[in-house]
């Protein structure tokens, strides 16, 4: 097995498990992990950053609502103040 199959197969298993997964492809951090298994309500904060006049895509909120619907917390933050869904706080 490649180690893209095995990354592809723990994913599947987590995602069984009610996890909610991310698999990180590049971050500002070396050695960090390739996964990501956030449990359920967990408290983790997920924050989409724009400038005052950006927008946020369809396609991001939709990822703020799926994380939302995982029981994290999530903001859309435009350097003066943020818009924060507080699932666990």
């Not at 498990?17 to 991310?22: C, L, N, R, S, T």
């Not at 950006?54 to 609502?65: D, H, K, N, P, T």
């Not at 994380?67 to 943020?82: D, F, Q, R, V």
Request: with cysteine.
């Amino acid at each position: 097995m490649t180690e893209q199959q095995i990354q592809n197969k723990r994913i599947k298993e987590l995602e069984s498990q009610g996890f909610y997964v991310i698999k990180l492809i590049k971050t500002n951090k070396n050695g960090i992990p390739d996964l990501i298994a956030i449990p359920p309500n967990s408290g983790v904060l997920f924050s989409e950053v724009k400038t005052p006049k950006g927008v946020v895509s369809r396609l991001q909120e939709y990822r703020l609502q799926e994380l939302e619907k995982h029981g994290c917390n999530t903001e859309i933050y435009n350097g003066s103040g943020a818009e924060t869904n507080n699932n666990n706080i």
